[in-house]
């Protein structure tokens, strides 16, 4: 319900699916909980190439059973955008991104991981992390420094070979210079 009111604040249409006729919200934000299998009927197939998910720390917060049933319905969307702190509820975050990502995710989409700002909202906080992955057929993805993505914020576990390759190929090119602006951070640009 609390992120309803922020979306709705922010001008955005946002629906509870539990109560939705199939098709009600099409076009969209729909706002399901995992607990049931409402969230299936909101999820149309034919649209996933041009569909994203976001998740800021919720997914790699949820149980280990959520997870598992909402990943195969989301494996083939456009643009899976995560937030997440290392690890949560002692599941280690990084090692299961990277299980995912290793098992289902590089077959079809480009992936780049990188540290969120080293100075957070709350000092004692600890660091989190974006994962971000982009189907091959969609776009292309860069490493972004107005984003924090560089050489020394890239989680290399997390990335794409061709893309953690080109941000160390663009860090040693560029060293000595003032400006790492093109050293490939995170703009999804469009094919």
């Known amino acids: ?6 979306l709705r604040r922010g001008g955005i ?3 509870l699916g539990s109560k939705l ?4 919200a099409k076009n969209r934000i729909v706002l399901e909980s995992s607990f049931g299998s409402g969230f299936l009927k909101h999820v149309d197939a034919s ?3 041009e ?3 976001f998740a800021f720390y919720s997914f790699t917060e949820a149980d280990a ?5 909402i990943r195969p319905l989301i494996e083939g969307f456009g643009v899976i955008l995560l937030s997440f702190w290392e690890s949560f509820d002692w599941v280690n975050n990084m090692q299961y991104l990277k299980a995912w990502m290793d098992d ?3 077959s079809t989409h480009n992936v780049l991981s990188w540290s969120v700002a080293s100075k957070t909202w709350l000092e004692n906080f600890p660091l989190g992390y974006y994962f971000l992955a982009v189907r091959k057929d969609v776009g292309e993805l860069r490493c972004d420094p107005e984003l924090n993505c560089g050489p020394s914020t890239v989680v290399p576990q997390l990335t794409s070979r061709h893309l953690y390759d080109a941000i160390r190929t663009s860090s040693r090119r560029q060293r000595g210079n003032a400006s790492v602006a093109s050293n490939v951070p ?5 094919k």
Request: hydrophobic share 45%.
């Open 1 to 6: 319900l609390l992120q309803r009111f922020w």
């Open 13 to 15: 249409p946002a629906f």
């Open 21 to 24: 006729p199939r098709g009600a």
């Open 47 to 49: 649209q996933a190439r």
């Open 51 to 53: 569909s994203a998910f």
């Open 65 to 69: 059973d959520s997870r598992k049933r």
């Open 104 to 106: 289902r995710l590089l």
């Open 186 to 190: 995170v703009k999804m640009m469009r």
